[in-house]
């Protein structure tokens, strides 16, 4: 059974970091592009960041491009993402999933972790 773990989120200041991480399992981690995502309350998913499966192609929302770093170690099956020059709007959960695109959809449901930034 594919699984996927998230972890690191916490309360953080305007302007600060976190380092979320997320835990994969149940599938070969190094053959899969992933991805984080986000939801913020009262809205939809909104796709995060995406890195191919060597690490090396990332991709950013628009939002967040310059602030945050996605990263991988396939050795240990461990998806990353460094948040930096945290915003108000940042506030969400935010989940880890296979999958390049958006759209794409794997059918793993993490419980996410909590990212909350306020003054």
């Known amino acids: 059974e594919s699984r996927l773990v998230e972890s690191g989120g916490g309360l953080a200041q305007p302007g600060g970091s976190l380092r979320l991480s997320c835990a994969a399992s149940?599938?070969?981690?190094?053959?899969?592009?992933m991805k984080w995502v986000r939801q913020a309350p009262g809205k939809g998913l909104e796709w995060v960041s995406s890195i191919d499966p060597g690490g090396r192609t990332t991709n950013y929302a628009a939002s967040v491009k310059g602030r945050f770093t996605i990263s991988r170690d396939n050795a240990n099956n461990m998806l990353y993402l460094q948040l930096n020059s945290l915003k108000f709007e940042d506030t969400a959960m935010y989940y880890c999933r296979r999958g390049w695109t958006a759209s794409a959809d794997y059918g793993e449901r993490g419980q996410g972790t909590q990212v909350t930034v306020s003054s």
């Open positions: 149940g599938f070969t981690f190094g053959s899969y592009n």
